[in-house]
């Protein structure tokens, strides 16, 4: 009975996070003003400075008081998305994403778990997402944008989404 308790709370912070980015099976816990602790793959100055870019980025994405143009930048082939995929609704100006850890970074991804908050409540814990290196910027990784809208029953669904891996 409480999993279904929950269901309307996971849904609210996926609309919420529909507005401010990737929600499905790897969202993060909010930050107020700094980006939250991340935890590298391994300790050299190089990856502890990839991993607190990939947090700053993730939780700028997933802020929902964060601009739409902001969102775009931060999302893997973000221009892709209509600005309605990437808007914030009433409800997703209170979501927010704290990054629990940065792991397995490569010259081109790395493995992002994440909480997603609903007004400083976890609505969606120990998530795992893919942060990805395009154009120079670490960006959200395009399918958990996707899953997300899709849990949330987003309509029209992006096109992107379909051929997105």
Known sequence: ?????SLPMIIAACALTAGIAA????????????????SPSSSSPAATGTAATITKNWTTFFNGKTPVATRVSLLQDGTQFSHASLAPSSL?????????????????????????????????????????????????????????LKLEGFKPFPA??????
């Open 92 to 148: 997703s100006s209170g979501a927010t994403a704290k990054v629990l850890s940065v792991s397995g970074i490569t010259s081109a991804s790395a493995t992002v778990k994440y909480n997603i908050l609903l007004d400083g409540t976890v609505a969606l814990k120990n998530q795992v997402g893919t942060a990805v290196l395009q154009d120079g910027t670490w960006k959200v990784g395009v399918s958990n944008f996707c899953s997300l």
């Open 160 to 165: 992107i989404c379909t051929t997105a891996s």
């Open 23 to 38: 929600c499905s099976s790897s969202p993060s816990k909010p930050s107020s003003s700094t980006p939250p602790s991340s």
């Open 1 to 5: 009975m409480n999993a279904y308790r």
